[in-house]
């Protein structure tokens, strides 16, 4: 499989959002271009393998759905993607074995997802139907760690949401594996930006 590294390069930022991410690769200690190709090929291969074999959806990171917290203060999130996107609570890198992790949104059928849900959030204009949407609530003043899978690419990105505020997650693309996050009011006012940070896997093993 063969990647495109233009991929890497940032993206000119959009004023009205709070954070705009281009495909994450980060990588320490190796060559760029080689280790870039070799990690997302291996994550991808692996993938690929496990679909062919019928057994992704079993696997746990896929097959649990992301929970609500039981209790604090949280933060709502609207999640539209025309991918996955999974979610780890309490921590600012990727391990599906922490509880409450689980995925989010899932366009494709076969996997674990909360789909469609509606916390009330101020409306927005119509999703494209190539994308799925729900909203859910994140734990709030903590880190939240997220996985996104697009078509050949995916992302790893975290946050801290503030309590009692509402957010805009679009992670979209397919190839490039872009990411934006708004904050949102009823009124739609834009609002001070925040950031998003890169994120990574806790251990290698952490993706399953």
């Known amino acids: 499989m063969r990647f495109n590294e233009r991929g890497a390069s940032r993206v000119r930022p959009d004023t009205s959002a709070i954070a705009a991410r281009p495909l994450n690769l980060r990588i320490n200690n190796y060559p760029r271009n ?5 990690r997302h090929t291996w994550s991808l291969t692996l993938l690929t393998l496990l679909a062919g074999c019928g057994a992704l959806s079993d696997v746990r990171s896929f ?16 999640v539209i993607s025309d991918g996955m996107v ?24 076969g996997y674990a997802n909360r789909n469609g849900e509606s916390l009330g959030m101020p ?25 996104y899978i697009g078509a050949q690419c995916y992302n790893m990105f ?40 890169d994120s990574k896997l806790c251990r290698v093993t952490d993706n399953l």
Do not use: N, W
């Open 34 to 38: 080689t280790l870039c190709v070799l």
């Open 63 to 78: 097959s649990t759905p992301y929970s609500t917290p039981g209790g604090g203060e949280t933060a709502r999130l609207r």
């Open 86 to 109: 999974r979610a780890v609570p309490k921590s600012d890198c990727v391990d599906f074995r922490l509880p409450g992790a689980g995925v989010m949104v899932a366009f494709r059928d």
């Open 123 to 147: 409306a927005v204009d119509k999703h494209p139907a190539s994308t799925v949407m729900t909203e859910l609530l994140v734990p709030a003043g903590r880190p939240v760690a997220f996985h």
């Open 158 to 197: 975290s946050f801290v949401p503030e309590a009692g505020k509402d957010y805009q997650l679009e992670a979209a693309g397919r190839y490039t594996c872009g990411v934006t996050l708004r904050k949102i009011s009823a009124g739609m006012k834009e609002l001070p930006p925040s950031s998003l940070k």
